[in-house]
Nanobody, 120 residues
Framework: VQLQASGGGLVQAGGSLRLSCVFSGGIFSNYGVGWLRQAPGKEREAVASIATTGLHTTYGDSVKGRYTISRDNTKNTVYLQMNSLKPEDTAVYYC??????????????WGQGTQVTVSS
């Protein structure tokens, strides 16, 4: 399984970005997918996940109401729409694929990460 993330960049506080991640090397619809992030000096944080059919999503408390995760199983792609961005959202964002079990997501495969920087 390979995951290729894109869409990161520099944005001002209050702005928006959309991350995309293309999945290959397996059957995309068999996997839950999620985004995690890590800022310098901070622990890795779960951002959002979405189950195989897209009917069930979870979000970290810090992004609820601002971020939306979605997937297109016909394009083997998962998206993360990020609105009302804050400087504290600055991090490397990783696309992952794994297992969604109830409200928990367990990543098994990781992409290379894409940098998101929010200026104040």
């Amino acid at each position: 399984v390979q995951l290729q993330a894109s869409g990161g960049g520099l944005v001002q506080a209050g702005g928006s970005l959309r991350l995309s991640c293309v999945f290959s090397g397996g059957i995309f619809s068999n996997y839950g997918v999620g985004w995690l992030r890590q800022a310098p000096g901070k622990e890795r944080e779960a951002v959002a996940s979405i189950a195989t059919t897209g009917l069930h999503t979870t979000y970290g408390d810090s992004v609820k109401g601002r971020y939306t995760i979605s997937r297109d199983n016909t394009k083997n792609t998962v998206y993360l729409q990020m609105n009302s961005l804050k400087p504290e959202d600055t991090a490397v964002y990783y696309c992952t694929a794994g297992r969604s079990i109830g409200t928990y997501f367990y990543p098994d495969y990781w992409g290379q990460g894409t940098q998101v920087t929010v200026s104040s």
